[in-house]
């Protein structure tokens, strides 16, 4: 059972900037995908960004030009860097990732002040 971790979020201000991550109990070398999703207080959870095994990448409308995916293998962690951030961007962000099955973090709170 692979377990994801996922840090780095907290309380910014409107056009800071945040890097959440996700380390993985095991190695994520084999995951075909992995990504971060979001969930906002009455709203339903909805994809932020993926990342292939061979490091393409997919963005929602939302972070396109403001969001980077990345993943380091060697350290089994992927990264979500958060730039210009705006007060609808507060939600608990997920981990997930693809392999035997699908396995999911926590998550972790991000909250951006007007």
């Known amino acids: 059972q692979v377990q994801l971790v996922e840090s780095g979020g907290g309380l910014v201000q409107a056009g800071g900037s945040l890097r959440l991550s996700c380390a993985a109990s095991e190695s994520i070398f084999s995951m075909a995908l992995m990504g971060w999703y979001r969930q906002a207080p009455g709203k339903q959870r909805e994809l932020v960004a993926h990342?292939?095994?061979?490091?393409?990448?997919h963005y929602a409308d939302s972070g396109k030009g403001r969001f980077t995916i990345s993943r380091d293998n060697a350290k089994n962690t992927m990264y979500l860097q958060m730039n210009s951030l705006k007060p609808e961007d507060t939600a608990v962000y997920y981990c997930a990732a693809v392999g035997a099955t699908y396995y999911w973090g926590q998550g972790t709170q991000v909250t951006v002040s007007s």
């Open positions: 990342i292939t095994s061979g490091g393409s990448t």
